[in-house]
């Protein structure tokens, strides 16, 4: 479900960053992926394996509208992580491991990429993989 990359949503190329993640940890391992803001999300691929989870296209959109709609919350917690610690780095991602998959994002101030993937996907090597691809 991949589409042109180009998004109303993120200033850097949705499916560059689909498709670099995908190689880095196996397509396989790829669930689901949105790009986000503050207010807004949108949806870049999801795996038939999910797409069967849901009676149709508007159910899944409705469930997908339910867990992004909290998004804002990553930027709120991206400036608090940054002035309680101090890293050079700064923050890069929120990782929440689960039963049956791990929900990562990538974030930087205004802006963040979704990904849920198997549960033993290499998590430090998407992450790593989606900011070159940000930042490109």
Excluded: W
């Excluded at 930087?108 to 691809?133: H, M, N, W």
């Amino acid at each position: 479900m991949p589409g042109d990359g180009r998004s109303d949503v993120v200033d850097f190329d949705a499916d560059a960053a689909l498709s670099a993640a995908r190689e880095a940890i196996g397509a396989e391992n790829v669930f689901t992926c949105a790009v986000y803001d503050a207010e807004t999300f949108q949806t870049v691929y999801v795996d038939p394996r999910v797409e069967g989870l849901y009676a149709d296209t508007d159910h899944r959109q409705e469930h997908f509208e339910e867990i992004h709609s909290y998004v804002h919350l990553d930027f709120s917690e991206h400036d608090l992580f940054e002035e309680l610690f101090r890293d050079p780095e700064g923050v890069r991602a929120f990782v929440t491991y689960m039963g049956s998959l791990v929900a990562a994002r990538v974030v930087s101030e205004k802006q963040g990429i979704f990904f849920s993937v198997a549960p033993d996907a290499p998590v430090t090597k998407l992450v790593t993989t989606v900011e070159a691809e940000m930042q490109a």
